[in-house]
């Protein structure tokens, strides 16, 4: 795909991504509020999501970061799930949230939250920005999502197109010039 040759749509405007964030952050706030939380943000897409999510709870949190990675520079999951980085934390005692920024195939998601259950937290779930569920391949349902979206490869607000674009501040699809 030569992003060049291409037209920029707007999927989730900076307006929609921040209202949404203020009901997302409520919800989760209320669901564990008097528990102890510990997000676990999945880099490198979930870095923007995760820093405006998190500055809408109004409860205390705990945050760390794994690097995972299975799409390298394409838009289609490799189908292995590497951890580049785990987290260091002792899990024991705390309701785990995974945040990414999208659940595609699902295989990232479900990678994470098995291993993440090995380290014996009280609950895991997940909570994301984008959920695209006609391309999933295992069964994951998100516990909270900001957007459900088609099957379309999405860019900007932490998602990249070979490695640029993630700075973009709202999500866009790319299309053909002459469609
Ligand atoms: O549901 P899936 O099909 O597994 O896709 C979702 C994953 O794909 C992207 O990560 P990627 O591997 O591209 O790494 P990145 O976070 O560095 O962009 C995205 O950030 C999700 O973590
Ligand atoms: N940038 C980007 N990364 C993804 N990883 C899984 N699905 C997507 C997508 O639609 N866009």
Redesign the pocket.
Known sequence: MDIDKKVWEVLCSEEDISNRLKELGQEISDAYRDKKLYVVSLLR?SFVFTADLVRKFDIPVKIDFMTTSS?GHGTE?SGSVKIVNDIKENLEDYHVLVVDD?T?SGLTMKYVMDHLKTKNPVSVKCCVLLD?PERRKVEIDPDYVGFTIPDK???GYG???GDYYRNIPYVFVVTDKDR
């Open positions: 897409g799409y999951s999208i595609d695209k490869f999405v860019v998602l990249n197109y």
